[in-house]
């Protein structure tokens, strides 16, 4: 078995001076009515406005661009729910790749009008029946294409880090960061930066209730493998974590967090009411964790990824209706 790829800090600062004038280097926003209600200063990093609407822009392309000529005739694919088929759809166009794209066949329509829009060739499959790894893996082999997954991958870990690395940049120390967590690329690329820029700040991922894969491997210590979690965080509903990702998440993070499905969509109502934003369920994930750790958060400077903003308006109403 050959030993994974592991990404380390140099390869973020690589991925930043990579994506460097084509990645949004996106806002960090704040709100008083959060800073009173959990007694701390908290930093919301805002890549539901990365292009695309999700920071799965930042690790696609970072991948993309290293491809030799060989590869960039030849074309890459890849499997996503969403946001990183988008990413590959986006780089793949700006760079002038050809991409096909595995999604499943419950994705969220926008989400795939939007892939298909950026040019990605879309091949639909069943998320609960068929296996999509092995469906990429077999495309790769049969057309000769690049296979480029989600996030267990080096140079997309990499290109993940570097969301973390600009908002160490913009607001300094931090005593608690906490992240989505689906398969790990943004975790563990977190992880990369954090360890490096502010290594005493306590890392906690966090994923839907419904789907804790990556809490029950991070607790016994080896991946866990799951049945596809039935959550509306589509963009989490991961069945386990990586080779690569894992031993990153392993070795720097100091815990991972669950949240509830009701917990996501109140976090929605308030990231709509009170800050303006859009925010898809996933992308709500680290917010809900932290509001749910106030009492240990008191008198602390906070940093809170929202890793996405892509959502069905319809479904998004209907969310907040309930």
């Known amino acids: ?49 990365q292009r695309m609407g999700a920071f799965k822009f930042r690790g696609a392309f970072n991948a993309l661009s290293k491809f030799d000529e060989t590869q960039r005739r030849a074309g890459v694919v890849t499997f996503s729910s969403g946001n990183h088929a988008q990413a590959i759809a986006l780089s793949a166009r700006l760079l002038g790749i050809p991409a096909t794209i595995v999604m499943p066949h419950d994705a969220p329509a926008a989400k795939v009008a939007a892939t298909r829009g950026y040019g990605g060739n879309v091949v639909i499959y069943d998320r609960y029946k068929e296996d999509r790894e092995q469906i990429g893996r077999d495309l790769a082999e049969k057309h000769g294409l690049t296979l480029i997954p989600p996030y267990d991958h080096a140079d997309v870990i990499a290109g993940q880090g570097t969301a973390a690395l600009e ?22 690329g977190t992880a990369l930066s954090t360890r490096t820029l502010a290594p005493r700040c306590k890392l906690y991922g966090v994923e839907p209730e419904a789907g804790n894969d990556g809490q029950r491997s991070f607790r016994s210590g080896s991946i866990v493998h799951i049945d596809t979690p039935k959550t509306i965080a589509d963009g989490a509903q991961t069945q386990h974590l990586g080779n690569i990702t894992f031993p990153i998440i392993r070795r720097d993070v100091d815990d991972i967090l669950t949240a509830t499905d009701a917990q996501l969509v109140e976090c929605m109502r308030f990231f709509a009411e009170r800050m303006k934003l859009i925010v898809e369920p996933t992308g709500c994930l680290g917010f809900a964790a932290a509001r749910d750790m106030k009492g240990e958060l008191q008198g602390k400077r906070v940093g809170i990824v929202i890793s996405g903003g892509n959502v069905d308006i319809a479904r998004f109403c209907s969310l907040l209706s309930t």
């Not at 908002?167 to 563990?188: C, I, K, N, Q, Y």
């Open 1 to 49: 078995m050959n030993t994974p790829n592991i990404p380390v800090f140099d390869d973020v600062i690589a991925a930043a001076a990579r994506i460097k004038g084509h990645a949004h280097r996106t806002p960090v926003m704040s709100s008083r009515t959060i800073n009173d209600a959990l007694g701390a200063e908290v930093f919301f990093k805002c890549e539901n406005l």
């Open 167 to 188: 908002l160490f940049e913009e607001v300094g120390r931090l005593d608690a960061l906490f992240t989505p967590l689906g398969g790990g690329g943004l975790l563990s």
